[in-house]
Nanobody, 120 residues
Framework: QVQLVESGGGLVQPGGSLRLSCAAS????????VGWYRQTPGKERELVGR???????VYADSVKGRFAISRDNAKNTVSLQMNSLKPEDTADYYC??????????????WGQGTQVTVSS
């Protein structure tokens, strides 16, 4: 088990930047991937980006070039830098760690979420 705590959400104007952080209660180095998802009321949670341990980060088309995930294995933290924010980026953002049981079965761990509102 691992506990995840997100921080850094808030209100920002369109075009602004925000940095979300996620602190894990144990080492993140053993997890196959770290990532961020977001969700708005009435919609399914969607992938923002994922950073596998053995590869490069991948992003949803809607945030590509504006958002960047970073991971610090020494500090057990995962961050999401969000630039050029748009009103449609408004959502609850969730940190995610993924652990694979087999090649196709995995367990996802989630934080409690942090709210981001982009509005003038």
């Amino acid at each position: 088990q691992v506990q995840l705590v997100e921080s850094g959400g808030g209100l920002v104007q369109p075009g602004g930047s925000l940095r979300l952080s996620c602190a894990a209660s144990k080492s993140i180095a053993s997890f196959a991937a770290v990532g961020w998802y977001r969700q708005t009321p009435g919609k399914e949670r969607e992938l923002v980006g994922r950073f596998p341990t053995d590869g490069s980060a991948v992003y949803a088309d809607s945030v590509k070039g504006r958002f960047a995930i970073s991971r610090d294995n020494a500090k057990n933290t995962v961050s999401l830098q969000m630039n050029s924010l748009k009103p449609e980026d408004t959502a609850d953002y969730y940190c995610n760690l993924r652990s694979y049981l087999t090649s196709v079965r995995y367990i996802d761990y989630w934080g409690q979420g942090t709210q981001v509102t982009v509005s003038s």
